[in-house]
């Protein structure tokens, strides 16, 4: 049986300063990439800015790259419209054929040359349908994170499956947990521009408040202290009933509460970046 072949799936927005990193690591670990440019949501147009400029020069000089447009300039709620990008962009991939694997690439979201060689191992290996990949996800900059988790790679069974709302597959029978010494996904959600952040989770999903997540961000992230972080994890308690510097359970602390060190290497498209300078990227962002 000839190996799988991996398809990388991104959607982009307002990621001029980590898409061109993200494009060199992606195209070269994927046998081809499909690239979506596109807001989603109408309050994070505003937030238009040169990435697809450099996903299209970038492009050039890379024929696995495959940007895919909008139709009709498709806008509404981000949960019900990446599915729906996801979609197309498989189906116009020449790779879209059973056993081949889908990647779902956010542009925050990196992995190390050893992490990329496992995944290419594991999905010619372990009999499953999904992995689920632990991650480092960081706040405030390149040192400090905490531990969580996210669906990243599916295997197509049939031409019937589909991405649906949440990015969930409905191809999957059989997930499997990836140790975290073989494959760790380096998350820079927060890292991004906090302002987008706000207004992205306002229109995130259709009828669905995020009050909490807003608030938290304006009241404690805006203010957390790494030097007084007892104080901040304190007052996050009292906020959102969570003992961390998060606003729920969902990505964890350490046993204190509080952010974990990083002290080993980034993946090097980002160790090699300006990115891994910032101290703090809520002054970048003047947040």
């Given at each position: 049986?000839?190996?799988?072949?991996?398809?990388?799936?991104?959607?982009?927005?307002?990621?001029?300063?980590?898409?061109?990193?993200?494009?060199k690591e992606t195209s070269y670990q994927c046998?081809?990439?499909?690239?979506?440019?596109?807001?989603?949501?109408?309050?994070?147009?505003?937030?238009?800015?040169?990435?697809?400029?450099?996903?299209?020069?970038?492009?050039?000089?890379?024929?696995?790259?495959?940007?895919?447009?909008?139709?009709?300039?498709?806008?509404?709620?981000?949960?019900?419209?990446?599915?729906?990008?996801?979609?197309?962009?498989?189906?116009?991939?020449?790779?879209?054929?059973?056993?081949?694997?889908?990647?779902?690439?956010?542009?925050?979201?990196?992995?190390?040359?050893?992490?990329?060689?496992?995944?290419?191992?594991?999905?010619?290996?372990?009999?499953?349908?999904?992995?689920?990949?632990?991650?480092?996800?960081?706040?405030?900059?390149?040192?400090?994170?905490?531990?969580?988790?996210?669906?990243?790679?599916?295997?197509?069974?049939?031409?019937?499956?589909?991405?649906?709302?949440?990015?969930?597959?409905?191809?999957?029978?059989?997930?499997?947990?990836?140790?975290?010494?073989?494959?760790?996904?380096?998350?820079?959600?927060?890292?991004?521009?906090?302002?987008?952040?706000?207004?992205?989770?306002?229109?995130?999903?259709?009828?669905?408040?995020?009050?909490k997540k807003i608030t938290w961000i304006d009241?404690?992230?805006?203010?957390?202290?790494?030097?007084d972080e007892g104080k901040w994890i304190e007052?996050?308690?009292?906020?959102?009933?969570?003992?961390?510097?998060?606003?729920?359970?969902?990505?964890?602390?350490?046993?204190?509460?509080?952010?974990?060190?990083?002290?080993?290497?980034?993946?090097?498209?980002?160790?090699?970046?300006?990115?891994?300078?910032?101290?703090?990227?809520?002054?970048?962002?003047?947040?």
């Amino acid at each position: 049986m000839a190996k799988p072949k991996l398809i990388g799936l991104l959607c982009t927005w307002c990621a001029e300063d980590w898409i061109i990193p993200l494009l060199k690591e992606t195209s070269y670990q994927c046998d081809e990439v499909m690239v979506n440019v596109s807001p989603h949501s109408p309050s994070m147009i505003q937030y238009k800015d040169n990435t697809y400029d450099l996903v299209r020069n970038f492009k050039s000089e890379k024929n696995n790259i495959t940007i895919v447009a909008t139709p009709n300039n498709l806008i509404s709620h981000h949960a019900e419209i990446k599915p729906i990008l996801l979609n197309i962009m498989l189906q116009k991939s020449k790779y879209y054929d059973i056993n081949n694997w889908i990647w779902i690439r956010d542009d925050d979201e990196f992995y190390t040359t050893k992490s990329c060689n496992n995944i290419k191992k594991l999905i010619q290996t372990v009999n499953c349908d999904q992995f689920l990949i632990q991650e480092l996800f960081f706040m405030i900059n390149t040192k400090l994170y905490l531990n969580g988790e996210h669906n990243r790679l599916f295997r197509i069974n049939s031409f019937e499956d589909r991405f649906y709302p949440a990015q969930r597959w409905s191809g999957t029978k059989l997930v499997a947990l990836v140790p975290k010494d073989l494959v760790c996904m380096f998350h820079y959600c927060m890292l991004t521009n906090p302002h987008a952040k706000i207004d992205f989770w306002k229109e995130e999903y259709p009828g669905k408040e995020q009050t909490k997540k807003i608030t938290w961000i304006d009241k404690i992230y805006r203010n957390y202290d790494i030097y007084d972080e007892g104080k901040w994890i304190e007052e996050n308690y009292k906020l959102t009933g969570c003992y961390s510097p998060w606003f729920d359970i969902n990505f964890k602390p350490d046993t204190f509460g509080k952010l974990y060190r990083y002290k080993g290497k980034h993946p090097k498209v980002i160790q090699n970046s300006k990115l891994i300078k910032i101290k703090d990227f809520r002054k970048e962002y003047n947040f």
